[in-house]
């Protein structure tokens, strides 16, 4: 089942910060994005006029959704007042939820996003419910009590101090349990040519609790002034990260190489207003127009139900030098036959395929050319069609030699896949094809560089099986 998050946080009709930055990072990261509105505010990228409590509204909106659908991880932005800090506390107890907090009081511009004196009911009545908590240095100078300023690498343990003072807070009895949590402390100091971040994250050790810190450091901007929307983002992008089961010290430092790459991409309004640009670059765009090809002509083709596996069928493209899964779009959902017909049961969207996304990956580190892949139904007659009909290399993959420690490790079964074609054969075939073996359905895996030399390949297979 695709990850489901949540956020409960203000509506900003820039779209650059609030529950819409929310949402936008939730779906760019591949989770899919619920959302209760807890305030309209009145804002542009650089003033703010004003806003409205929806706060009457709250609950019933927290109760449709909840009741619902199966929801695990929440971002928290946007409070206006004691009564949505209520619904929100009630929320998180009554659904067991794991929550991200973005303690934002005061707006990018310096106008307070709640009533006044909220900050000190939100630490009492929040804190201990929070898994993660993202303070800027202004708010972690005001939670922690502490004067934080010019804080660099060399007098850091001002800071320390500060984090482990605020941790502290988000435990009921101050004492560092078993609940492993966090805090990120946002631009908290400088560097010569760098910003970085103080990650805080508490561990229990045998009878203690004990805390890590580390540095994250970023580039500096190179403009003046203010981006508005950053922490919404960062908050949202931990909060999406998790849903994807990973730990919180993984989910902190993949958001922060998420945001940094968003941050270097901004999009410039009048009035020296700067949003982050969340949407796709024209290189994603590429890609997805790519996928889009290949599936059209397949979906168009009643003589592909042939070809779709029982696991069903997905087309995965990636950016020109993918490393990670971010960087390789799919079908959300694959591909399955309905009315006779291939259909895709989502959207092609970065970070939302598997298996054939670290297959692409794997065939990278040995022919960087590599950018498609398709896996396709077997069946002995056709990949012996193939071999005999087409200029199409093949290899056979023989699962009983797959040495017994990978064979349950999907990433590196994938490379030794690939591995073993470049060794036997010197080179990453058009197809790779294996028998399959318990638990494991026989499989053809097709190669390509391009959507067109993909098509191009498909044609020739679906030649043969038309005979067959």
């Not at 449709?64 to 695990?72: F, G, V, W």
């Not at 972690?140 to 850091?156: G, H, P, Q, V, W």
């Not at 490393?323 to 970065?350: D, L, M, Q, V, W």
């Not at 970070?351 to 498609?372: C, G, P, Q, W, Y």
Request: proline residues 3%; glycine residues 6%; hydrophobic residues 35%.
């Amino acid at each position: 089942m695709k990850p489901f998050c949540l956020t409960i946080a203000g509506s900003d009709p820039t779209s650059g910060a609030g529950i819409q930055a929310d949402i936008r990072t939730f779906d760019r990261i591949g989770v899919h994005p619920f959302s209760a509105i807890t305030a309209i505010t009145y804002q542009t990228a650089t003033e703010f006029y004003g806003f409205k409590s929806l706060s009457d509204e709250l609950g019933e909106q927290l109760d449709a959704i909840l009741n619902s659908y199966a929801i695990k991880y929440v971002k928290i932005g946007m409070i206006p007042d004691n009564r949505s800090l209520d619904i929100i506390k009630n929320t998180i107890l009554t659904h067991n939820l794991i929550a991200v907090l973005d303690p934002v009081n005061i707006s990018s511009v310096g106008e307070r996003l709640s009533s006044e004196g909220l900050e000190i009911e939100i630490e009492r009545e929040l804190f201990p419910l929070v898994t993660i908590l993202t303070p800027n240095l202004g708010e972690a100078s005001y939670y922690a009590n502490k004067e934080l300023e010019n804080i660099t690498l060399d007098n850091i343990e001002s800071l320390k101090d500060a984090a482990e003072i605020i941790i502290k807070k988000m435990y009921v009895d101050h004492k560092i349990s078993e609940n492993q949590k966090a805090v990120v402390i946002k631009s908290a100091g400088t560097t010569k040519n760098n910003i970085f971040d103080l990650v805080c994250v508490s561990n229990f050790e045998k009878t203690k609790g004990t805390l890590d810190f580390k540095i994250i450091e970023k580039p500096k901007s190179s403009f003046q002034g203010n981006i508005h929307g950053t922490g919404c983002v960062f908050s949202s992008a931990i909060t999406a990260y998790l849903s994807l089961e990973n730990s919180i010290r993984a989910s902190i430092e993949k958001a922060e190489t998420f945001f940094n790459s968003r941050f270097q991409s901004y999009i410039e309004l009048p009035l020296q207003g700067k949003i982050l640009d969340l949407t796709l670059g024209q290189e994603q765009i590429e890609v997805i127009d790519q996928i889009k090809e290949i599936y059209n002509y397949v979906s168009n083709n009643t003589k592909f139900r042939k070809l779709i596996p029982e696991v069903r069928m997905n087309i995965s493209g990636s950016l020109p030098n993918a490393t990670s899964k971010e960087e390789i779009a799919g079908i959300e959902g694959r591909i399955t036959i309905i009315g006779g017909y291939p259909h895709a049961s989502g959207e092609i969207k970065f970070n939302v395929s598997d298996h054939t996304a670290r297959l692409i990956l794997s065939a990278k580190e040995f022919d960087n050319s590599i950018n498609f892949v398709t896996n396709l139904r077997y069946k002995e007659k056709y990949v012996k069609g193939i071999q005999e009909k087409t200029n199409l290399t093949t290899f056979e993959l023989l699962r009983e030699s797959q040495p017994d420690s990978i064979k349950h490790e999907e990433r590196s079964t994938m490379r030794w896949l690939i591995e073993e074609s470049i060794n036997k054969m010197g080179e990453i075939p058009d197809l790779i094809w294996d028998k399959g073996s318990i638990g494991k359905e026989p499989m053809v895996r097709l190669f390509s560089k391009t959507s067109k030399d993909m098509i191009e390949k498909l044609i020739k297979i679906v030649r043969v099986i038309d005979n067959e």
